[in-house]
């Protein structure tokens, strides 16, 4: 089975600090992608990769940076974090790029800025 | 980008079968139908997806309309753990993210 982990369930963090949240795949996988999930917005994406050191911005991008230094993991990274930041955070892997392809999600961060 | 219309919320019986609309009135020849679900307090997971053709899996049955402007996610025996927030997704041949609705809530009721 697939497995897409993220290094924490609950973070809080106070206004103005930077914020890492770190996501894991252990299938070899070459997409990954960042999403942002709100009440009544549904899933938004923020940033994907599509190989090691690519980044492609998604839908909402700013106030956000990725890094994706080795080809399992994908950071997701807050440089000043925000109050309006606060949301779940949602990382996904998928093995190809085309359209049949499936991602995997893993469980989610539910991050609360003070 | 194609877009997807789905109730907001649905309701059914434990052990009875559950029909899932979405309309996609806008899809275009290469976008594949993909259904993913998401239980509280989990990250979303796949369901099913098709192109033209209805598909079977363990999980759900997928039937999609002839001019594929709408399709039918099928439970067939609805569970208490079934309940979730289904999504109708359509994705594009040349696109390789997703774009997530609000969904369909699913209670199921013992």
């Known amino acids: 089975d697939v497995k897409v982990t993220q290094s924490s369930r609950y973070l809080v963090k106070r206004t103005g600090e930077k914020v890492f949240l770190e996501c894991v795949q252990d299938?070899?996988?070459?997409?990954m992608f960042w999403y942002r999930q709100d009440p009544g917005l549904g899933l938004r994406l923020i940033y994907f990769s599509y190989d090691v050191k690519m980044k492609e911005k998604g839908d909402i991008p700013e106030g956000y940076s990725v890094s994706r230094e080795k080809k399992e993991r994908f950071s997701l990274i807050l440089e000043s974090a925000s109050t309006n930041q606060t949301s779940m955070y949602l990382c996904?892997?998928?093995?190809?790029?085309?359209?049949?392809?499936?991602?995997?999600f893993g469980p989610g961060t539910r991050l609360l800025v003070l | 980008d194609a877009k997807t219309t789905q109730p907001n919320s649905m309701e059914s019986n434990e052990e009875e079968p559950v029909h899932l609309p979405c309309n996609h009135s806008t899809i275009s020849g290469t976008d594949y139908i993909h259904w993913y679900r998401q239980l509280p307090s989990q990250g979303p997971e796949y369901v099913i997806h098709g192109l033209t053709s209805n598909v079977n899996n363990r999980m759900a049955s997928l039937a999609i309309a002839e001019d594929r402007k709408s399709s039918t996610l099928i439970l067939h025996r609805a569970t208490l753990r079934d309940a979730a927030v289904y999504y109708c997704?359509?994705?594009?041949?040349?696109?390789?993210?997703?774009?997530f609705g609000a969904g369909t809530r699913l209670t199921v009721k013992p």
């Open positions: 299938m070899d996988h070459e997409n």
């Open positions: 996904a892997s998928s093995g190809g790029q085309g359209a049949w392809e499936t991602q995997y």
């Open positions: 997704i359509l994705r594009d041949f040349n696109n390789n993210d997703m774009r």
